[in-house]
């Protein structure tokens, strides 16, 4: 296959790919929330292992929506999930960061985990990836210096707020047919 059968392949398997960004919008949102009733320590520790509640939560949706979340088939859906790998391994500076600097740790969090959408943007070749990172490394960062007092409310609402333009944009952009359902084609004649 070529690469752009790969892309088109990718986008149709995972039908717009929503179900990551639904999913972070719902966790970030009740981390927002829930953030409220706690102090910054124990909002930030509700993050850090909230957080972690996207993926699993991203599956079930996806098996909602008929989404190929996971493809060892694809070496693009391979690419996301080396992407994937990639955000997790800044963890290493998480959590130092929520032992010594915890007011940092929405901060590191926020734009962390939105870095995948810049090669996300690639495969597909859509911008809304990269104005997806952009726009959220912006507004995180503008959200912690504006908001001392509310860091991790602010952020989770920034955040869901980035979210909802992408996912908007997701599901309502076209993508081609799936590769695999097309009829196979003599390439002799």
Not at 73 to 101: E, Q, T
């Amino acid at each position: 296959m070529t690469l752009e059968e790969y892309r088109s392949d990718f986008n149709a398997a995972a039908k717009g790919s929503a179900s990551m960004p639904i999913a972070g919008a719902c966790v970030w949102l009740a981390i927002a929330i829930i953030s409220t009733q706690f102090d910054e320590r124990t909002g930030v520790l509700i993050l850090l292992f909230g957080s972690g509640a996207i993926f699993p939560l991203a599956l079930a949706i996806a098996r909602v929506r008929g989404e190929a979340l996971i493809s060892s088939d694809n070496p693009l859906a391979k690419l996301m999930g080396l992407c994937v790998l990639m955000v997790n391994l800044l963890w290493a500076v998480h959590i130092p960061l929520f032992l010594y600097a915890p007011t940092f740790v929405p901060l590191s969090l926020g734009v962390g985990l939105g870095l995948h959408w810049v090669v996300w943007s690639w495969i597909v070749q859509h911008p809304l990836g990269i104005v997806h990172a952009v726009l959220r490394t912006i507004l995180v960062a503008v959200a912690w210096f504006t908001f001392p007092e509310n860091r991790l409310l602010a952020i989770g609402l920034v955040i869901v707020f980035v979210y909802g333009i992408s996912i908007w944009q997701m599901l309502t952009r076209s993508y081609t047919t799936h590769i695999t359902t097309r009829p196979e084609v003599d390439s002799k004649h």
